[in-house]
């Protein structure tokens, strides 16, 4: 079984802070994905990285996959109270399953 | 995007009852199923996989005889918790699949609470 190791698990900082979210494995994925889920909602897509060294931006967020394609990071930059949730990272083996990372919980305080 | 149904969103039900979890894919076919099971303050584990017209595949430690998946159709599939406990009490998402893709849709879960 291929485990997502996701750091921090919590993370509460103030607005305008910049934080960066990890995700590691010992193993290689064909594709990782990172999603944003709100309580009570399914999650939803943020991005996918799929070629090793990838870095993809979106607004405040960037993505980054690494040249061994066994972890990524999620970076905000200047974070906003609208950013909160939790964070998700999932790797992909092919069109196999997707596994998840455990998670992570970040609180942006106004 | 495609569109996902997952009903009910929200069920309460008595220790020793049976509850039914839809998921439909409104536009497009899902040759594959994923169902997710979500405890408070944790990540999404996979408990079963399931092809259209084929048995579901189940993670270790998922018991198939309580939960039980149909996937009949391809843009239909449902999860029934039977005799449900307390325990079972969790946020239940469904994600289907096309075939050949690695793109996943996400349901918008089903928070199942076992009195």
């Known amino acids: 079984t291929q485990l997502l190791e996701q750091s921090p698990q919590f993370l509460s900082i103030q607005e305008g802070e910049n934080l960066t979210v990890y995700c590691n494995s010992s193993?290689?994925?064909?594709?990782l994905q990172w999603y944003r889920q709100e309580p009570g909602e399914g999650p939803v897509l943020l991005v996918t990285v799929v070629t090793g060294g990838e870095v993809k931006k979106l607004k405040r967020l960037t993505f980054q996959f690494g040249d061994a394609r066994k972890d990524s990071s999620l970076h905000i930059t200047a974070a906003q109270p609208g950013d909160t949730g939790l964070y998700l990272c999932?790797?992909?083996?092919?069109?196999?399953?997707?596994?998840f990372g455990q998670g992570t919980r970040l609180t942006i305080n106004p | 995007g495609a569109v996902v149904s997952q009903h009910p969103s929200r069920v309460i039900c008595k220790s020793g009852t049976s509850v039914k979890i839809e998921c439909r894919s409104l536009d497009f076919q899902a040759t594959t199923m994923f169902w997710y099971r979500q405890f408070p303050k944790q990540s999404l584990m996979l408990m079963a996989t399931s092809n259209e017209g084929s048995k579901a595949t189940y993670e270790q430690g998922v018991e198939k005889d309580k939960f039980l998946i149909n996937h009949a159709s391809l843009t239909l599939s449902t999860l029934t918790v039977t005799s449900a406990h307390p325990e079972d009490s969790s946020f239940y998402i469904c994600?289907?699949?096309?075939?050949?893709?690695?793109?996943?849709?996400f349901g918008s879960g089903t928070q199942l609470s076992v009195l």
């Open positions: 999932a790797g992909a083996q092919g069109a196999q399953k997707l596994v």
């Open positions: 994600s289907p699949k096309i075939q050949g893709s690695e793109k996943l849709f």
């Open positions: 193993s290689v994925f064909s594709s």
